[in-house]
């Protein structure tokens, strides 16, 4: 028995062009004092609660910068396959991270197949970009001491 892939049920918004007026006003709104109201059906308000607020705000920014956002619970388990998709990596790579223990998986009930939760791929990738940009400022100090590397 198959599951159907995560992924392609995920809310996923692309960034529209003519959007980015109001993205950037958005964006530029004062958080601390920010409220988003749903108007309901007969005309009722709802006001939106603080994290949800955050989360349209940070999901408002990357669209204005271009950038398409997609919606998942942070506990969604995900296969090894759409963690590859989601990292733009080979499924064979997530393997062998999974392998290694570089990304927790847990083994489906007497079964070889693994789900890795979509929290632990997030800070799988955090420490990988700020080890990237380690290396970056690594080679920055060398190049400008005139170092070889």
């Not at 198959?2 to 992924?7: D, E, H, I, Q």
């Not at 950037?24 to 007969?42: C, F, H, I, N, T």
């Not at 997030?122 to 990237?132: D, G, K, P, T």
């Not at 920055?140 to 070889?148: F, G, M, N, T, Y």
């Amino acid at each position: 028995m198959s599951r159907p892939g995560v992924l392609a049920h995920a809310t996923r918004v692309e960034p529209v062009n003519a959007d980015r007026e109001v993205l950037a006003e958005l964006q530029a709104a004062d958080r601390p004092q920010a409220q988003l109201v749903l108007r309901g059906s007969g005309g009722r308000d709802i006001v939106l609660p603080e994290g949800l607020v955050r989360l349209v705000l940070a999901a408002a920014q990357d669209l204005a910068a271009g950038n398409a956002v997609l919606a998942l619970p942070v506990e969604t388990r995900l296969t090894p396959n759409e963690v590859a998709q989601l990292l733009g990596v080979s499924r064979p790579f997530i393997a062998r991270l999974l392998d290694e223990g570089e990304i927790p998986s847990q083994y489906l009930p007497d079964s070889r197949h693994r789900l890795v939760r979509l929290s632990d791929v997030v800070e799988f990738q955090a420490r990988r970009e700020r080890r990237a940009e380690g290396r970056r400022r690594i080679a920055e100090v060398a190049e400008e001491a005139d170092l070889p590397y």
